[in-house]
Nanobody, 122 residues
Framework: VQLQASGGGLVQAGGSLRLTCAASGRTFSSRVMAWFRQAPGKEREFVAVVSGGGATTYYADSVKGRFTISRDNAKNTVSLQMNSLKPEDTAVYYC????????????????WGQGTQVTVSS
């Protein structure tokens, strides 16, 4: 499985960005997909996860109500719509995939994208 994340950029606080992760491989719909992020000097942290069929999602408390994760299995893509962005959302965002279920620990994810930078100015 190969993952390619895109859509990052510079945005003012209160603005929006949409990240997209394109996946290769025929098993996409059987895989749980997630977004993580890592700010400078901090550990990588869980952001959001979506089930294989797309019906079940789960979010970190810090982004709940502002971010929405979704997937299009016909296009092998997963997206993260980020609204009401805050400076503390600044980080490199990574998409990842696992067959281990709706887990939030990065140690269960076996494939990762290369990361896309999101910078939110105050």
């Amino acid at each position: 499985v190969q993952l390619q994340a895109s859509g990052g950029g510079l945005v003012q606080a209160g603005g929006s960005l949409r990240l997209t992760c394109a996946a290769s491989g025929r098993t996409f719909s059987s895989r749980v997909m997630a977004w993580f992020r890592q700010a400078p000097g901090k550990e990588r942290e869980f952001v959001a996860v979506v089930s294989g069929g797309g019906a079940t999602t789960y979010y970190a408390d810090s982004v709940k109500g502002r971010f929405t994760i979704s997937r299009d299995n016909a296009k092998n893509t997963v997206s993260l719509q980020m609204n009401s962005l805050k400076p503390e959302d600044t980080a490199v965002y990574y998409c990842a995939t696992t067959l281990s279920g709706m887990v939030t620990s990065n140690r269960y994810y076996d494939y990762w994208g290369q990361g896309t930078q999101v910078t939110v100015s105050s």
